[in-house]
Structures are given as structure tokens and as C-alpha cells.
């Protein structure tokens, strides 16, 4: 029997990581968006509600990060039915935690589910960067891959991408504060210069590099010595009040890393179980010191990615 309606959840991520900038990202499941496919009659996709704690979304498909990526799936596998989505937003607009991403990721494997043969994962994640450069004007992959594939990601190559799952100590948390204010993507790309020092690539590609291998030998000491992004951070940093006493805070209190999460405003720290709550907390305070109310999660980093929840 043909399923003829879905309901598809896809959890928020930190794109970077601090150290991968564009290509490196995790998971991170205490938030998320969901979106319910149906098939209708009528060709092509439709918006019919958006909903959650962002409502101010473009409702045309095209405009849309959902309907964009689930356009881009019809488009290729041309399954002789349209698509009508409903959004369901979890993830704050603007707040660095991979909302556009997850709403594209969740719209594509809500419509995939209505396929009679869905396609590969592999293929979602280029519909879903389809999606994705309508927000931010931009391919990056960096919040799609872990959003669809769950855990921390890196992925290589944008035409081809390769995709590998990197294994994370289990005894990580990661601890992430959401200041309310709104930053935008575009505008925090675009403060970027396009050169870079040389000295700083290498010490930045040492950084990821050691990052990786410190995750694969579960040495935390490594972790944290390589958890330094020296070429984005310093340039974005000013977009974030308070940037400099948020991240003091939670090295003081014993994090192994602290940088902006995404594009940002929100802000993330790796650390032990044992520190996690203290650093949630005295990262808040930060914010506070600066006039900015937040919202602070912690969350272990696994390796579960976006998933159908319901068919019909
Ligand atoms: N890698 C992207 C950036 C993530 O930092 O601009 C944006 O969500």
C-alpha cells in the first residue's frame, strides 16, 4: 500500500565545530524541526503551515528551505504526484543551531518516504544543499550532513560529497547557549575575509587535524589542545556580545573547547559530563552580564540523524 503521508524529524546541529569551518558539524538532538509530507494531486510543492517557534517563513516553495530541497527531489525522481509539506519549526531562526538545515533535512525525508522506491541518504543530502543556499545564500554542508546522518560528520568534496562519521569520546557533552538575539547567516558570512595568513592555515589545519585524531583515539587532552579555531572565531567574535566572557567562562570551569556555534549567536562548549551543568550556567551569566537573556542545553553527541517518525 502506498504511504500517502509522513512526518519526518531532523535535529538542530553545530555547524564548525569551531575548528571545520564549512565541512565539519554534529548533532545536536535536544532541539529540532519536524515537517509532515502528503501527497496531493496537485504537481509540485506546496506550503501549507508553517508553525513551532518561527511562523515569519516564506511560504512559496522556492523561497522556502524545505520546499526548495523537497522541489529539488521531485524534480529529480519525478514521481508523478506534488508534495504539500506542514512545518513544524523547533529551532529558533537565526540563533547559529542549523534551523534551515533541519527543516530541509526533514522535508526531504518526510517526501522520500512517500516515494515507492526512496532514495539513498547520499542523494537527500544534495536536495536538502539545495534547500539549504536558499537561507544562506551559499552551499556549505556543514548543519545538513550531521542533520540527516546523526553524530559528529565531516563531509568532503560539495559536487561529490564524501561523508564520514567521526566517533565521539562518550563521555562528551556538549553544553550550548542560545543568547536571544537574531544573527543572520548571509550577513555572518559576509563579514569574512576571502584570505587568510598562511600561518594561520597551518595551525588551523594542525587544529583539525588533532581534533580528528583526538576523537578517534578518545585522547581528551589532544581534544583540547587542537580545540582552537583561529580563523573564523577572531573575525565573528564581535557579532556576539559578550563572546570573549562567554568562552572564558566555560574554559575557567573546565570546558575543552568553546566556540560560536554555526554562524552564531549560539555558542558551544565540549566538556565532561561532570562540568557540563556548571558551564551551562556560568556561560548564561556571561550572557547576562551583558544585558542578554539565553537558553542553555546539554546534550551527548550520538550518532542518530534525522528519521521518519509516522506513515500513513
Ligand atoms: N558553516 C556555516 C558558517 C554554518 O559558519 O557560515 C552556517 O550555519
Same mark, same amino acid.
Given at each position: 500500500? $502506498?504511504?500517502?503521508?509522513?512526518?519526518?524529524?531532523?535535529?538542530?546541529?553545530? =555547524?564548525?565545530?569551531?575548528? =571545520?569551518?564549512?565541512?565539519?558539524?554534529?548533532?545536536?538532538?535536544?532541539?529540532?524541526?519536524?515537517?509532515?509530507?502528503?501527497?496531493?494531486? &496537485? *504537481? =509540485?510543492?506546496?506550503?501549507?503551515?508553517?508553525?513551532?517557534?518561527?511562523?515569519?517563513?516564506?511560504?512559496?516553495?522556492?523561497?522556502?528551505?524545505?520546499?526548495?530541497?523537497?522541489?529539488?527531489?521531485?524534480?529529480?525522481? !519525478?514521481? +508523478?504526484? =506534488?508534495?504539500?509539506?506542514?512545518?513544524?519549526?523547533?529551532?529558533?531562526?537565526? %540563533?547559529?543551531? +542549523?534551523?534551515?538545515?533541519?527543516?530541509?533535512?526533514?522535508?526531504?525525508?518526510?517526501?522520500?518516504?512517500?516515494?515507492?522506491?526512496?532514495?539513498? &541518504?547520499?542523494?537527500?543530502?544534495?536536495?536538502?544543499?539545495?534547500?539549504?543556499?536558499?537561507? %544562506?545564500?551559499?552551499?556549505?554542508?556543514?548543519?545538513?550532513?550531521? $542533520?540527516?546522518?546523526?553524530?559528529?560528520?565531516?563531509?568532503?568534496?560539495?559536487?561529490?560529497?564524501?561523508?564520514?562519521?567521526?566517533?565521539?569520546?562518550?563521555?562528551?557533552?556538549?553544553?550550548?547557549?542560545?543568547?536571544?538575539?537574531?544573527?543572520?547567516?548571509?550577513?555572518?558570512?559576509?563579514?569574512?575575509?576571502? $584570505?587568510?595568513?598562511?600561518?594561520?592555515?597551518?595551525?588551523?589545519?594542525?587544529?583539525?587535524?588533532?581534533?580528528?585524531?583526538?576523537?578517534?583515539?578518545?585522547?581528551? /587532552?589532544?581534544?583540547?589542545?587542537?580545540?582552537?579555531?583561529?580563523?573564523?572565531?577572531?573575525?565573528?567574535?564581535?557579532?556576539?556580545?559578550?563572546?570573549?566572557?562567554?568562552?572564558? &567562562?566555560?574554559?575557567?570551569?573546565?570546558?575543552?573547547?568553546?566556540?560560536?556555534?554555526? *554562524? +552564531?549567536?549560539?555558542?558551544?562548549?565540549?566538556?565532561?559530563?561532570?562540568?557540563?551543568?556548571?558551564?551551562?550556567? /556560568?556561560?548564561?551569566?556571561?550572557?547576562?552580564?551583558? +544585558?542578554?537573556? %539565553?537558553? !542553555?542545553?546539554?546534550?551527548?553527541?550520538?550518532?542518530?540523524?534525522?528519521?521518519?517518525?509516522?506513515? %500513513?
Amino acid at each position: 500500500m $502506498s504511504v500517502t503521508s509522513a512526518t519526518a524529524f531532523a535535529p538542530a546541529s553545530v =555547524g564548525n565545530v569551531g575548528i =571545520g569551518f564549512d565541512i565539519l558539524g554534529h548533532t545536536f538532538p535536544a532541539l529540532g524541526d519536524r515537517v509532515r509530507a502528503r501527497r496531493s494531486a &496537485a *504537481a =509540485g510543492v506546496r506550503i501549507t503551515a508553517i508553525g513551532g517557534v518561527v511562523r515569519d517563513l516564506p511560504l512559496e516553495a522556492a523561497q522556502n528551505t524545505a520546499g526548495m530541497a523537497v522541489q529539488a527531489l521531485l524534480e529529480a525522481v !519525478q514521481p +508523478g504526484f =506534488g508534495v504539500e509539506l506542514e512545518i513544524e519549526k523547533g529551532i529558533p531562526l537565526g %540563533s547559529g543551531l +542549523g534551523g534551515s538545515a533541519a527543516s530541509a533535512v526533514a522535508g526531504v525525508v518526510a517526501a522520500n518516504a512517500l516515494l515507492p522506491e526512496p532514495r539513498p &541518504a547520499l542523494e537527500l543530502l544534495r536536495y536538502a544543499m539545495r534547500g539549504e543556499a536558499v537561507a %544562506s545564500g551559499a552551499v556549505h554542508v556543514d548543519n545538513i550532513a550531521p $542533520s540527516l546522518f546523526g553524530g559528529l560528520v565531516l563531509t568532503v568534496g560539495i559536487d561529490n560529497p564524501r561523508i564520514k562519521q567521526i566517533p565521539v569520546p562518550p563521555m562528551i557533552r556538549c553544553v550550548l547557549v542560545h543568547p536571544r538575539m537574531f544573527l543572520g547567516t548571509r550577513e555572518a558570512r559576509g563579514i569574512l575575509n576571502r $584570505s587568510v595568513d598562511l600561518a594561520d592555515v597551518v595551525w588551523q589545519t594542525a587544529n583539525l587535524a588533532g581534533f580528528l585524531a583526538g576523537c578517534y583515539t578518545s585522547d581528551l /587532552a589532544m581534544i583540547r589542545d587542537a580545540f582552537e579555531d583561529v580563523m573564523i572565531e577572531p573575525q565573528r567574535a564581535r557579532l556576539i556580545p559578550g563572546f570573549a566572557e562567554v568562552k572564558r &567562562a566555560a574554559m575557567d570551569r573546565g570546558a575543552l573547547g568553546c566556540s560560536i556555534s554555526g *554562524a +552564531g549567536p549560539s555558542v558551544f562548549a565540549w566538556c565532561e559530563e561532570a562540568q557540563a551543568s556548571a558551564i551551562a550556567a /556560568a556561560m548564561a551569566q556571561a550572557f547576562a552580564g551583558e +544585558g542578554l537573556e %539565553s537558553d !542553555q542545553w546539554v546534550a551527548a553527541i550520538e550518532a542518530v540523524g534525522a528519521r521518519v517518525e509516522e506513515t %500513513s
